[in-house]
């Protein structure tokens, strides 16, 4: 039986995309560990929509806000995406780029977060969010460059199957 060099390329893209999503999961649960917080997510860019979208998440929301879109031009995930830098805030109800809109839209309003671009030279991929520390302390500069290093890993995965899917996209 002779196999199809496209179906092994699909074939590798699948295995791929599984092997991304539980990258990108394994990820925002490190992190939310790591920083002991509620919640993180990794929320991705679909340029065609211009939107973000939820693509793994650990703690609040982990249920429900997986494939959750909103405009990548809202809150502070699409300020960190529009400017391409890393953001603390420790009281979002002060910041005018806070969408509690948006935030409420998804069932968890956080008091303060950090959150990371997922790079890929100077193209944004994406968005890594922490949000309210279990002790309340506060994120630094610290949080924000070891952050920083969770987003560079979420970014190479997302960067990999992309690659990987138009690669396919080229064969078909």
């Known amino acids: 039986m002779t196999m199809n060099p496209n179906d092994a390329v699909t074939a590798g893209v699948m295995a791929g995309e599984e092997a991304h999503k539980e990258l990108l999961e394994s990820i925002v649960t490190v992190a939310r560990a790591?920083?002991?917080?509620?919640?993180?997510?990794i929320t991705l860019l679909d340029a065609e929509s211009g939107e973000l979208v939820f693509e793994a998440v650990s703690g609040e929301g982990a249920e429900t806000l997986p494939g959750t879109r909103f405009p990548a031009d809202q809150g502070v995930a699409g300020f960190?995406?529009?400017?391409?830098?890393?953001?603390?805030?420790?009281d979002v109800s002060k910041d005018?780029?806070?969408?509690?809109?948006?935030?409420e839209g998804t069932g968890y309003v956080p008091k303060a977060l950090i959150a990371a671009p997922l790079l890929r030279g100077e193209d944004v991929l994406g968005v890594l969010s922490v949000l309210d520390r279990n002790d309340e302390s506060r994120f630094g500069l610290k949080e924000m460059g070891l952050l920083d290093l969770f987003a560079h890993q979420a970014a190479c995965a997302v960067s990999v199957v992309q690659a990987a899917r138009d690669a396919r996209g080229s064969l078909e």
């Open 80 to 90: 960190v995406a529009s400017a391409g830098q890393s953001l603390v805030l420790d």
């Open 34 to 41: 790591f920083f002991d917080a509620k919640a993180a997510s």
């Open 96 to 103: 005018p780029r806070f969408a509690r809109d948006v935030a």
